[in-house]
């Protein structure tokens, strides 16, 4: 079956501007999460939902960030005037709402800010 | 708070040869802990996990990782390399079943390089 989907693949954009990141889970998988993946910081949580929820926004690292998930599929993540340390490769996993079961990784959004 | 250290930023083995990738936790509790690599453009793949039972796990790709309660450790092994394995590679760990499902903490990641 398919895997996690993200798009788009790449995107480049000029700082102060918003910018939307798409994740389409595996079908079936209520757990979604973002990361996010930047040089000098490595991996590093966002958010987790839970079906449409968002039990665990800890990671967001400012209210520029927010996410959000409908239908208990897609999510989007919306990143507000964009500043240049947004610069990373941002990272969508899904699974399972079983505790032992492990996440799935999509292959990334890398977002450069000019 | 859990932290995972990978204390080799980068590791060159020769084709052929046996590869250990160390990998340590920190966390009271049993945690549950995760092989990834990462091939460049890619996202994370899963190598293996490890949960509870069998402290010695198997994974794709001839990869077997090995739970050491006592040092808090978690290595990766393959006996004989190929150059396809030439990754970067991130172990991982979550709190494990009491807290459902669970954010992973990283360790920075070992980049494994192939040299013929």
């Known amino acids: 079956g398919a895997g996690v989907s993200q798009s788009p693949s790449n995107k480049v954009t000029e700082k102060g501007k918003d910018v939307e990141l798409r994740c389409d889970p595996i079908?079936?998988?209520?757990?979604l999460y973002w990361y996010r993946q930047s040089l000098g910081q490595g991996l590093e949580f966002l958010i987790y939902?839970?079906?449409?929820?968002?039990?665990?926004k800890s990671g967001l690292p400012s209210d520029r960030f927010s996410a959000e998930r409908t239908g208990g599929s897609v999510s989007t993540l919306t990143i507000q005037r964009t500043q240049q340390e947004d610069s990373a490769v941002y990272l969508c996993?899904?699974?399972?709402?079983?505790?032992?079961?492990?996440?799935?990784f999509g292959d990334g959004t890398r977002l450069s800010i000019l | 708070a859990q932290s995972v250290t990978q204390p080799d930023i980068h590791i060159t083995v020769s084709e052929g040869a046996s590869l250990e990738l160390r990998c340590n936790y920190s966390?009271?509790?049993?945690?549950?802990l995760f092989w990834y690599v990462q091939s460049p453009g890619q996202g994370l793949q899963l190598l293996l996990k490890?949960?509870?039972?069998?402290?010695l796990v198997q994974g794709i790709k001839g990869f077997e990782a090995e739970f050491k309660r006592s040092q808090s450790s978690f290595n990766l092994r393959k006996p004989s390399v190929h150059w396809s394995d030439a990754a970067e590679y991130f172990c991982?760990?979550?709190?494990?079943?009491?807290?459902?499902?669970?954010?992973?903490?990283f360790g920075t990641g070992t980049r494994l390089t192939i040299i013929p």
């Open positions: 079908s079936g998988h209520t757990a």
């Open positions: 490890y949960f509870s039972g069998d402290t």
């Open positions: 939902f839970q079906g449409n929820s968002a039990p665990d």
């Open positions: 966390y009271g509790a049993t945690p549950y």
């Open positions: 996993a899904s699974s399972l709402e079983r505790v032992d079961q492990p996440q799935h």
């Open positions: 991982a760990s979550s709190r494990g079943s009491n807290f459902g499902n669970e954010k992973l903490t």
